[in-house]
């Protein structure tokens, strides 16, 4: 896993968050789907593999299942992995805090 400091506004945007809503944060041209549940924060890559549309005007419920606002595709963002039986994975991304600093980490 390679770790990256965030800006100060991605940090505040992330920080502002409420449980289980959706935003878009953009680190090193990609553009991430984020949310906060009750153990961290998690993203995944914002674009839909099925036809394109942008997971963050989507929903997410407590498990942290993202539902596609286009045709309800089911996407777990602590991994990426499909959450209704197709085979669609997708990059996935995790957050860590140290020192006060927020950092966003992938493989
Ligand atoms: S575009 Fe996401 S399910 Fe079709």
Redesign the pocket.
């Known amino acids: 896993m390679q770790w990256h400091e965030l800006s100060d506004d991605s940090k505040q945007l992330l920080e502002q968050l409420k449980m289980q809503q959706l935003a878009k944060l953009t680190f090193d041209g990609k553009v991430i789907c984020v949310t906060k549940l009750e153990d961290g924060l998690f993203g995944i890559h914002n674009t ?1 593999p ?4 942008q997971f963050h005007h989507g929903h997410c419920n407590k498990k942290g299942i993202v539902g ?1 606002p ?4 089911k996407f777990d963002i602590k991994t990426g992995r499909s959450a209704d039986g197709n085979n669609y994975k997708i990059a996935h991304y995790h957050f860590k805090i140290e020192d006060d600093k927020l950092y966003i980490g992938f493989k």
Do not use: T
């Open positions: 839909c099925h036809a394109g549309a596609c286009l045709h309800g595709y």
